[in-house]
């Protein structure tokens, strides 16, 4: 069963860039079915797709967040991160990996999420 | 940017009721809708992927209907497990966007 796991710091300082891992177990990430992609929901706030990547390399970014963004992929060590810049206190949210069927979009399953408090 | 309103924003019902919820695109996206359940504090559950068909594991109470920009989520018999929010998203381009969430209350 495909399993996926967000790690990385609780805690960001304004303008310093937050980094985030998320490891997938139970199946390949290389599966050239999927793309892997980051989700953040911010407290009390609906959902916002912030990009994935294909096993290649290959990355699609919201055009939102594309000046701040950058998603990587290690497909010998099954992990994919995330990198966002100059963040704010908008940028606290609750931050997801999951599993992005490439040709339909869909997510699932997801990581179960972690907190990032952007604050001094 | 295709945007994705759901409405209503919450409603209240009983265990065993019929609820529908409803997903309006800003354009047309043929099939490309999906629906999610999130109970708090945890991660969203996919339940319906291409506008209708049922992901392996979920109850056949949980249906999705709709194409071009109106689509619903029918829960047929509401059972105590299923208050929670939920969510559609387009997947017919790029940037993916999720509605803003209903939240089905207990009556």
């Known amino acids: 069963q495909l399993q996926l796991q967000e790690s990385g710091p609780g805690l960001v300082k304004p303008s310093e860039t937050l980094s985030l891992t998320c490891t997938v177990s139970g199946g390949s990430i290389s599966s050239s079915n999927y793309f892997w992609g980051w989700i953040r929901q911010s407290p009390g706030e609906g959902l916002e797709w912030i990009g994935s990547?294909?096993?290649?390399?290959?990355?699609y970014y919201n055009p939102s967040l594309k000046s701040r963004v950058t998603i990587s992929v290690d497909t010998s060590q099954s992990q994919f991160s995330l990198k966002l810049s100059s963040v704010t206190a908008a940028d606290t949210a609750v931050y997801y990996c999951a599993r992005d069927a490439s040709a339909r979009r869909w997510f699932d399953p997801w990581g179960q999420g972690t907190l990032v408090t952007v604050s001094s | 940017d295709i945007q994705v309103t759901q409405s209503p924003s919450s409603l209240s019902a009983s265990v065993g009721d019929r609820v529908t919820i409803t997903c309006r695109a800003s354009?047309?996206?043929?099939?490309?809708l999906n629906w999610y359940q999130q109970k708090p504090g945890k991660a969203p559950n996919l339940l319906i992927y291409g506008a209708s068909s049922l992901r392996s594991g979920v109850p056949s109470r949980f249906s999705g209907s709709g194409s071009g920009t109106d689509f619903t989520l029918t829960i047929s018999g509401l059972q105590p497990e299923d208050f929670a929010t939920y969510y559609c998203q387009q997947s017919f381009t790029t940037p993916l966007t999720f509605g803003g969430g209903t939240k089905v209350e207990i009556k």
């Open positions: 354009q047309s996206i043929s099939t490309y």
């Open positions: 990547i294909y096993y290649s390399g290959s990355t």
